[in-house]
């Protein structure tokens, strides 16, 4: 009788899961894959415990019933045997059991975990490569039976073929037509690797090599196979135009105080010939009395044929602005302070109410003070018949990556590149400078400033690179 009673238990263990306790896996299966328990989404309850004797040294403990760990599994291959090792405490004449669900799916139902020390639970599987959902559930009859799970091991009885990767990379992705890229490439689980696209031929499993000049833009591809199939990559590199060749000028926002007469405003001369304007700034404005030290500083940057320009603010203008009063006192007070008759009205509206304001503002310094020249600052593209506010526009001020993607209308070709001046900052390095300038020729714009200085205040420090900058813009003159 009690032998027919054990067949039985064996017939149903079977039945719920397919059951396997031994103390290790197959020996002739490979490992494809294997999970640590700490390594999984803990449920309330449950802890990470040392054990000399788990894998890795920890193991996790659970002791509330219903409880489970889960966590994702990505196969690199095949799988036909997971062992889950586990390991039990008795208690009220009984050990904790344990479920094993795969993908949604319970593949090890309720199994009794019988032993005091790590066993090996083992399950067939038929799992793809590929990610899969792991979730172990402690099913036990009573919370003081406690369960500990150290490892999951997904193993195959046939060997398994990884599947090969492949990584490729231009630097840099874009360059000036002429000029060329490096190809830089690695792979695992190749055993050798073919180029298609912008070259051809075999290639070693790791590699580089350089592009060579390139006058248009090239797609490389590599393609690279091991035992367990092929994998590709493709990088392209992105070839622009020769920069526009067009005589530019750097325009300082000088908006830092000239200490002992110099300081930065001394450091932006030595950046000659191709800094061409800088605006001074006393006091959000000219101030009410004369600072020797800007006078001195505006005085040596007219000296060197640089165009000095003083700052006002016009608040947008009316309704709600500065009235025409108050900008023309602060426009003639440059004058008589600092003999500056060039004039940036700042904070200019692009609304076409305000036209007439802006106009009759230039009209004042243009009669006032013969020759000279006005900046309105709008920030961004006004409608063309806004460029009769001022003798020059600031059509942009901003960020670098801002900049990038932005588009002049058609119409700026009309006027002549002198009529227009770009502010941007955020550019990082001598590079995107270049680039920043090299856009700012291609738009038509004659008047241009990039810093890598940004916000709340780009303008209080000069860039690194001026010296480059300064030379960019003078090399089309």
Request: glycine share 10%; proline share 5%.
């Amino acid at each position: 009788m009690r032998q027919a009673r054990l067949v039985l238990v064996l017939m149903v263990l079977a039945i719920c899961g397919g059951i396997l306790a031994s103390s290790s896996s197959a020996a002739d299966s490979t490992v494809v894959a294997t999970v640590q328990a700490e390594q999984m989404t803990l449920p309330a309850g449950a802890s990470v415990i040392n054990s000399s004797t788990a894998s890795g040294g920890e193991a996790v403990m659970l002791t509330e019933p219903g409880s489970s760990l889960t966590t994702s599994v990505p196969l690199p291959g095949a799988v036909t045997t997971v062992d889950v090792v586990a390991q039990g405490t008795r208690c009220q004449r009984g050990w904790p059991a344990m479920t094993v669900s795969l993908d949604g799916k319970t593949v090890l139902n309720s199994a009794s975990v019988n032993r005091s020390s790590w066993q090996n639970y083992s399950v067939a599987a038929s799992l793809a490569a590929g990610g899969h959902t792991l979730t172990i559930s402690d099913s036990a009859a009573a919370s003081c039976r406690t369960l500990y799970v150290d490892e999951i091991i997904f193993s195959s009885s046939a060997s398994v073929s990884v599947a090969p990767t492949v990584s490729l990379i231009a630097t840099p992705a874009s360059v000036v037509s002429g000029n060329s890229s490096t190809l830089t490439w690695s792979s695992t689980n190749a055993t050798s690797c073919v180029a298609s696209g912008g070259w051809s031929g075999s290639q070693s499993t790791s590699g580089s090599i350089a592009t060579g000049a390139l006058t248009a833009s090239t797609g490389y591809t590599l393609t690279c196979t091991g035992s367990g199939g092929n994998a590709s990559s493709t990088a392209t590199v992105t070839v622009t135009p020769p920069p526009t060749k067009l005589c530019q000028a750097v325009a300082i926002p000088a908006y830092f105080y000239p200490s002992g007469g110099a300081g930065l405003w001394g450091s932006a001369l030595t950046a000659e010939p191709g800094v061409g304007v800088m605006i001074a700034n006393v006091d959000n404005g000219p101030g009410t009395s004369v600072d020797s030290y800007y006078t001195a500083a505006i005085t040596k940057a007219q000296g060197a044929g640089v165009s000095v320009f003083g700052y006002v603010y016009t608040s947008y203008g009316p309704p709600d602005g500065r009235s025409l009063a108050s900008v023309e006192s602060d426009i003639s007070a440059w004058r008589k302070l600092y003999g500056v008759t060039n004039i940036f009205l700042d904070e200019a509206s692009t609304s076409g109410s305000t036209l007439s304001y802006y106009q009759a503002l230039s009209n004042y310094v243009h009669q006032a003070f013969p020759g000279a020249v006005t900046i309105v600052n709008f920030g961004t593209i006004p409608g063309s018949s806004e460029m009769s506010a001022g003798d020059i526009a600031v059509t942009f001020e901003g960020n670098y990556s801002t900049y990038q993607s932005t588009r002049f209308p058609s119409w700026v070709t009309s006027f002549a590149p002198t009529r227009f001046y770009n502010i941007v900052y955020n550019v990082p390095d001598q590079a995107s400078m270049l680039n920043a300038l090299s856009e700012a020729a291609g738009d038509h714009v004659g008047y241009v400033y990039a810093t890598n200085d940004g916000l709340p205040n780009p303008y209080d420090t000069l860039p690194p690179y001026l010296s480059g900058e300064a030379s960019q813009a003078h090399s089309g003159c």
